[in-house]
């Protein structure tokens, strides 16, 4: 199985653009999920979809963040315009309904200037 | 509220000797726990979980954690650490809803 996979692995952009993060779940897991870690607040959930639907998107920050999953195997994070305080580092997670653990990606490292 | 307090930010060890990282939670239902690691630039690997049963669970790397409930603790345990065992780790906690409340980490550094 390949995992959990997030690309890019690393993004450097500068203030007011756009920024896309992309995930792929690993096959056959029903839930998605979107994190970010920073120093002062640690590792946030901001949203998660079952079946490629968003169930709860409380943790999303603001306006500026959205997130789609149009199928299975594919969601993105979009951060639009993207402010220098988005730097931090964003995980994607999947899980099998059903069970219980998370598996995680490798992360993709945003820094906004 | 429901929450995961680790309270050791940094911990230093030396190899060979042995290890254990605090957890604590605040969870009004019957928790699931689990320990995840996360090495340098990389993202987080399950380490063990505990759902029921023995509270006593083995996890890879040799690891292993107590879940106490008098306690409301889940603290992990290796009887020898390795160089490769610096990294951070994370506590979690879920009542199987599905959303994950993570402590803030311990960062672990094993002095040769």
């Known amino acids: 199985d390949a995992g959990v996979i997030q690309s890019p692995r690393h993004e450097v952009t500068e203030m007011g653009q756009e920024v896309t993060l992309r995930c792929k779940p690993i096959?056959?897991?029903?839930?998605l999920f979107w994190y970010r870690q920073t120093m002062m607040r640690g590792l946030e959930l901001l949203i998660y979809?079952?079946?490629?639907?968003?169930?709860?998107d409380s943790g999303m920050p603001e306006d500026r963040f959205s997130a789609k999953m149009p199928n299975a195997s594919f969601s993105t994070l979009k951060i639009q315009p993207s402010e220098p305080r988005d730097s931090a580092v964003y995980f994607c997670?999947?899980?099998?309904?059903?069970?219980?653990?998370?598996?995680f990606g490798p992360g993709t490292r945003l820094t906004v200037l | 509220a429901q929450s995961v307090t680790q309270p050791d930010i940094h911990i230093t060890v030396s190899e060979g000797a042995s290890l254990e990282l605090r957890c604590n939670y605040s969870?009004?239902?019957?928790?699931?726990l689990f320990w995840y690691v996360q090495s340098p630039g990389q993202g987080l690997q399950l380490l063990l979980k505990?759902?029921?049963?023995?509270?006593l669970v083995q996890g890879i790397k040799g690891f292993e954690a107590e879940f106490k409930r008098s306690q409301s603790s889940f603290n992990l345990r290796k009887p020898s650490v390795h160089w490769s065992d610096a990294a951070e780790y994370f506590c979690?906690?879920?009542?199987?809803?599905?959303?994950?409340?993570f402590g803030t980490g311990t960062r672990l550094k094993v002095l040769a």
């Open positions: 969870y009004g239902a019957t928790p699931y």
């Open positions: 979809f079952n079946n490629n639907v968003p169930i709860d």
């Open positions: 505990y759902f029921s049963g023995d509270t």
């Open positions: 997670a999947s899980k099998r309904g059903g069970a219980d653990t998370q598996y």
């Open positions: 979690a906690v879920t009542s199987g809803t599905y959303k994950y409340i």
């Open positions: 096959s056959g897991h029903d839930y």
